[in-house]
């Protein structure tokens, strides 16, 4: 279970990272696509990288204030060696590091041809 633990966490982090470096690739390969995202707006499918990235983000989530984010808690809830169910909460942050908003979430985490990737994702998030 630590391999298990260090991989789907190790994705995770590399989201973050290139969530807040603005980098669409980085982001793109830390996810499997189809990719489903389940928020307080409705369901979306990104069906293929080319359909999300760092502008999507910002044409949904971003008013103008965002600046970065980042994890307060990532807990694996289920897991075998090909999937995980991840609890999680993430915090928006203004540039000044004041707080835009708290989101708690639930990620699902793949293994597909060996590699593991975000599929899918519920969030109270916009």
């Known amino acids: 279970m630590a391999d298990v633990e260090r991989d789907v966490f190790g994705v995770l982090d590399a989201f973050m990272a290139a969530l807040n470096a603005q980098d669409s690739a980085g982001m793109q390969a830390t996810f499997h696509f189809p990719h489903y995202r389940l928020s307080t707006s409705g369901v979306q499918v990104y069906e ?28 694996i809830v289920h897991a075998d060696d090909n999937k995980a169910h991840v609890d999680v909460q993430f915090t ?3 540039k000044d590091g004041s707080v835009i908003g708290v989101y708690p979430s639930l990620w699902i985490v793949t293994r597909i041809g060996g590699r593991w990737g975000v599929q899918a994702r519920s969030s109270y998030a916009a």
């Open 92 to 94: 928006r942050y203004r």
């Open 48 to 75: 293929t990288a080319d359909d999300y990235g760092i502008e999507v983000f910002k044409n949904r989530a971003d008013t103008g204030e965002w600046d970065h984010s980042a994890w307060d808690h990532k807990r």
